[in-house]
């Protein structure tokens, strides 16, 4: 097994854990509960393949469902932010991306975090969109948008910053 296929398995499996046992416990506010395992799918390297990334999006969100009972909530958030990832690279590292000459956790923090913030926001809506799934809830799904992916935001940009050394892209 290569050394990039091993970090992506312990990457899925850590930040899997990390979601189900510890941070669904967390209920600040009584509401807010960070999802930093849409990390999995943001630092993802850019150069895998196409169809087994999709797949992996589906397999984490369908396991963060079947526990939460959400659904497919998370399985089809986590698949749109899968799906939309390479325009949200495109816009955010241009040329780079094109040229498949991008690390994502090898880029200045500032481009890492437009990038987190286009992807949660995304994320999130989808997600809330589907949970909350009424129209006259609208401000309600934008207030669990908003509140939860700046809790997610400013958790994941944390745990960047104190492992982004250690991990490899």
Known sequence: MNRTLLNNVLRFIGFLVLQLFLLDRINFLGYIN???YILFIILFPVENKRWSFM????????????FQDTG??????CLTL???RPMWLSLVYGESYKMKNVKILKTPMD??????VLCIALHHLVFFSLVIFNTSQILYTLKLTLSVGLASLLLSSFLLLLFKHRIKA
Do not use: Q, R, S, W
Request: aromatic letters at 6%.
């Open 34 to 36: 960070p999802m930093i």
């Open 55 to 66: 797949l992996l999006a589906f397999t984490i969100g369908i396991i963060l469902d079947t």
């Open 72 to 77: 497919g909530a998370h399985a089809a958030a």
């Open 82 to 84: 899968a799906y939309t």
């Open 111 to 116: 481009k890492l975090a437009v990038l987190m």
